[in-house]
C-alpha cells in the first residue's frame, strides 16, 4: 500500500445521533463531534436527534445524503438489543470500510482496554460517500473524529471520487 499526498478536503457533513433517550440539549457526543468538524474547516449542514430505529436510520442517511459529503452517526454501534445503527447502514452499503474498525478497536483498546470489545464501530460507502458509525460516548465520538476520520477524510474523498 502507498499513501500519496493529496489535496485538503474540507466538505458538508451530516451528523446523526441515534439515542432512545438523549434530546438535542443533552447530545454532548453530537456537539463533541459538530465542534470538531467545524475547528477543521468543515461545515455540519445536516443534524439531528433520531431513535434507535433501523428504518429511520436509513432514511435519515439517504436523506441526508442528498446535501452532505460524508455523515457521522454517533450511537447504536453496541451490542445491547437496541443498538441498530451498524446493521441499519450496512444494509444501504456498496462495502464496509474494515480498516476503519480495526483502527478504531486499536485506539480505543489502548484508552479503555478490553471494553473496547464490545463496540462495533465501522465505516462504510453509501452512494459513494464515507458513513462513519461511532459509539454514543463523548469520548468514543472524539476518538474516532480525531484521531481518524480527520486525519483521513482528505484521502477519503479523494479515493472516492476518483
Known amino acids: 500500500m502507498h499513501h500519496h499526498e493529496v489535496e485538503k ?44 430505529d433501523r428504518d429511520l436510520i436509513r432514511e435519515k442517511v439517504q436523506k441526508f445524503l442528498e446535501e452532505c459529503d460524508a455523515i457521522i452517526i454517533s450511537g447504536g454501534t453496541g451490542i445491547t438489543r437496541y443498538d441498530v445503527t451498524v446493521q441499519a447502514v450496512s444494509s444501504l452499503a456498496e462495502y ?21 470489545a464490545l463496540s462495533r464501530s465501522t465505516a462504510y460507502v453509501v452512494d459513494r460517500k464515507p458513513v462513519f458509525c461511532l ?6 465520538a472524539r476518538l474516532g473524529v480525531a484521531d481518524i476520520i480527520l486525519k483521513q477524510i482528505s484521502h477519503i474523498h479523494h479515493e472516492l471520487n476518483r
Open 135 to 140: 459509539p454514543g460516548s463523548p469520548a468514543g
Open 9 to 52: 478536503f474540507t466538505g458538508k457533513f451530516g451528523v446523526i445521533t441515534c439515542s432512545s433517550s438523549r434530546t438535542e440539549d443533552e447530545d454532548e457526543s453530537g456537539k463533541t463531534i459538530m465542534e470538531l468538524l467545524e475547528n477543521a474547516g468543515h461545515e455540519v449542514v445536516s443534524y439531528d436527534v433520531i431513535m434507535d
Open 96 to 116: 464496509e470500510m474494515t480498516g476503519f474498525g480495526h483502527v478504531f478497536a486499536t485506539l480505543s483498546y489502548q484508552e479503555i482496554g478490553t471494553d473496547a
